[in-house]
């Protein structure tokens, strides 16, 4: 089945842990991005990538770092989270932007920074 | 600058009633446009689209959206509302020609009540 597979779920830290949002699809996309969604602000790009080793910042890339060693994989990582950053967290992929077909989004990570 | 707006946060009608939520839009070439759907604790699953062609364009779930250029909207409809519609629906927008991300509205709440 074609998919997006973000892990994991749901992820409770502490203020300044490191960690890691996996993302992953099997469509062979070349597009994939990061969003965060939050009430009354909707989608915010955070980073995308046009294909591998290259990634660019979206609109709210401040405390993310990404990177794009292989096609499938795009993950995120927040080197010292912080409150502020708590969030709902969303993988998209296509293969290329502008793809009429649109977007195939991941299930989503609910991020809870204490 | 491409841009959409979604000018209501919250839709309520009751089952049976049709059903509309807004969309307009600013590109600066012709666009393409997108709606998504979000169910509670689920990623953004694709509707519907238009590209070219008809101006009215059907979709997954009874669901339909008319594309008005000379208002530049693309609001979407369903004839006859059911309570499992009750979700969250993005808009989005991309320029076309060029390889542009899409841009997503802020989403409307429906809520469809019995």
């Known amino acids: 089945e074609a998919q997006v597979t973000q892990n994991p779920r749901y992820l409770i830290t502490v203020t300044g842990k490191k960690l890691t949002v996996t993302c992953s699809q099997n469509m062979n996309h070349e597009y994939m991005s990061w969003y965060r969604q939050d009430p009354g602000l909707g989608l915010r790009q955070i980073y995308y990538s046009m294909n591998v080793e290259v990634t660019d910042k979206g609109d709210v890339p401040e405390g993310y770092k990404v990177s794009r060693k292989e096609k499938r994989n795009f993950p995120l990582i927040l080197e010292s989270p912080s409150p502020n950053q708590t969030s709902l967290y969303f993988c998209a992929s296509s293969l290329y932007p502008g793809d009429t077909a649109g977007y195939t989004f991941g299930s989503g990570t609910r991020l809870t920074v204490v | 600058a ?23 839009y600013s590109v600066s070439g012709n666009p393409y446009l997108f709606w998504y759907v979000q ?19 059907k979709g997954s779930y009874g669901f339909e959206a008319e594309f008005n250029k000379s208002q530049t909207s693309f609001h979407l409809k369903k004839p006859s509302a059911l309570v499992s519609d009750s979700a969250l629906y993005f808009c989005a927008v ?21």
Do not use: H, W
Request: aromatic fraction near 6%.
């Open chain 2, 2 to 24: 491409q841009s959409v707006a979604q000018p209501e946060d919250q839709v309520n009608v009751a089952e049976g009633n049709p059903l509309t939520v807004k969309c307009t």
């Open chain 2, 39 to 57: 169910y509670p604790n689920r990623g953004l699953q694709f509707l519907l689209k238009y590209i070219t062609g008809d101006n009215l364009v």
């Open chain 2, 94 to 114: 991309r320029d076309r020609p060029g390889n542009t991300p899409l841009v997503f509205g802020k989403g409307t709440r429906l809520s469809v009540i019995a």
